[in-house]
């Protein structure tokens, strides 16, 4: 008998908690809660609905929720149709999002009754589009141009849809980036490459001994949307291990804080932004968040916030990669080697991070020559593993940039150090040039967070008709602070006295704001504030 051959599939991260934790909960908000088996079963259920809808293997089905059961059991169904399982990006202008959803050439929709008015309004410029389903918390018939109600269909479909094996390499999911110049792009996984990523972030979360350590009996609840990078790729990691999961929907920082407490959530990970949200809220301000451990990605982790999360007992530290990298590449957990020092565990804490098993990330200078890896050696961090898009849909010049020498390129100027710990300097497209001195804004964002008063800072180039650039600090203040923007330079100006910056590094200017523009995602937007401030 020959052996059986067996193909990496999503469906088969069902396999272990089915088996061995059938019972664990998967909670939705307080609007509701089940079990991995009723979790399996509404999947079948999904399936044989869209099939009913004539979804077939390589259809694109788009999917526009908040974080919810119903996106959860769409991670899986779609794609283990053989379908491509389409994340859109809700934050998006409603311009992009039209134009994604075509370039996808997505033929079905499942649409939350929150964006009801964005989808007629798009749905006559969206012509490959053939069938809309209605997402609601609450029982409620399809609206005119909706075909059908996501529970109303389930509630009629069978859940035993007969899921087939296929090419391990059939793509899983699409979702498009939000890049600061042109339109967005198109980035794309293989059932082989979303398996192998939950393995390594598995792995990789679990090998440590105690510190940022991830395991089966953790109770997760993600703080980043679903339609970005499949929350990081964490709810895929979160069912096969069997944990407990928690969805909160639409994002607010007092249902976050309700679900800690009420669900005893003691995993998560979200952007900086958000983390700042949870601190400052009212209703979080007297709870005990020790027990609680979470990454913090997508953007530089200021050393401020940092010390004021491990202060409320939080087991913070942060995490690298990019939406290109599915995204997980690195993760700063305390090694041995650099445990015990407070100050010391900071700054480890919120570097990047030492690579997850199977990444190959190397530091690389102009010519694309391998640096030392002696802490100090700077130059473009490039990488390689199994799970990186191989391409962006449809742009052969932007997948041949991407992949230039056959190592990702990721735009982010780093160093590497004896323990194979990465620290980002900054996007090259950052970087302050600034007479001959390059500067670096992360690194001035995270001495500045460090001020007392000081909530959120950016820093950016702005021109100089002297030294062509230079640093202009845009400063949010802490709740029942005031920022007076004088104090700033004194802080920087310690740090040019210990030898962590150079005096050119402290900017002339120092702005405080309300807010600071952010992307889509969290991110800080510095086009954005480079056009406002250019002048």
Known sequence: MAAHDYPLLIGQLLLTPLATCPHREIVYRDQGRYDYRTLRARIGRLADFLSGLGVEHGD??????????????????????GATLMTVNVRLSP????????????????????????????????PLLEKIVLLSDQPAAPPPGFDAEYEAGLAAASPDFPFESFDENTRATLFYTTGTTGLPKGVFFSHRQLVLHTMAAAA????????????????????????????????????????????????????????????????????????????????????????????????????????????????????????????????????????????????????????????????????GTALPQDGASQG????????????????????????????????????????????????????????????????????????????????????????GERPLALVVAKPGHTIDVETIRVHLQVFVAAGEISKYAVPERVVAVEAIDKTSVGKIDKKLLRQKYAS
């Not at 526009?64 to 169904?77: G, K, Q, T």
């Not at 134009?99 to 006559?124: G, I, K, Q, S």
């Not at 967070?449 to 008709?465: K, L, Q």
């Open 60 to 81: 694109v089905v788009a999917v526009m929720d908040w974080d919810s059961h119903r996106y959860l059991e769409s991670y899986f169904a779609i794609p283990m149709m």
């Open 380 to 467: 473009e961090v490039v990488v390689r593993a199994p799970w990186l898009t191989e391409a962006y849909l449809k742009d052969e010049d932007a997948s041949a940039r991407l992949w230039a020498g056959g190592y990702l390129h990721t735009n982010d100027v780093g160093a590497l150090d004896e323990h194979g710990y990465l620290r980002i300097g900054d996007r090259l497209k950052d970087v302050i040039k600034t007479g001959g001195e390059w500067i670096c804004s992360l690194g001035l964002e995270s001495l500045i967070s460090r001020h007392a008063s000081v909530a959120e800072a950016a820093v950016i180039a702005a021109p100089d008709p002297h030294w």
């Open 95 to 126: 311009e992009q999002i039209g134009y994604t959803v075509n370039h996808a050439e997505a033929r079905v929709l499942l649409a939350h009754a929150d964006f009801l008015p964005l989808v007629e309004a798009l749905r006559p410029h969206l």
């Open 204 to 367: 990789g979360l679990g090998r440590s001994a105690d510190q940022g350590r991830v395991h089966r009996d953790a109770v997760y609840m993600p703080m980043t949307p679903m339609f970005h990078v499949h929350a990081w790729g964490v709810p895929y990691m979160a069912t096969m291990l069997g944990m407990k999961q928690v969805y909160p929907g639409r994002y607010a920082p007092e249902v976050f804080a309700r679900l800690i407490a009420r669900e005893k959530v003691t995993f998560t990970h979200c952007v900086p932004t958000i983390l700042q949200m949870l601190l400052a809220c009212p209703e979080a301000a007297q709870m005990d968040l020790s027990g609680l451990t979470m990454i913090i990605g997508g953007a530089a982790f200021p050393r401020g916030l940092a010390m004021a999360a491990i202060e409320r007992g939080i087991d913070v530290f942060a995490g690298y990669g990019m939406s290109e990298t599915c995204p997980l590449l690195t993760v700063a957990q305390l090694s041995a080697d650099v445990a015990g020092d407070p100050e010391a565990e900071i700054d480890f804490r919120t570097c990047a991070g030492q690579p997850v098993p199977l990444v190959d990330l190397r530091i690389v200078g102009e010519d």
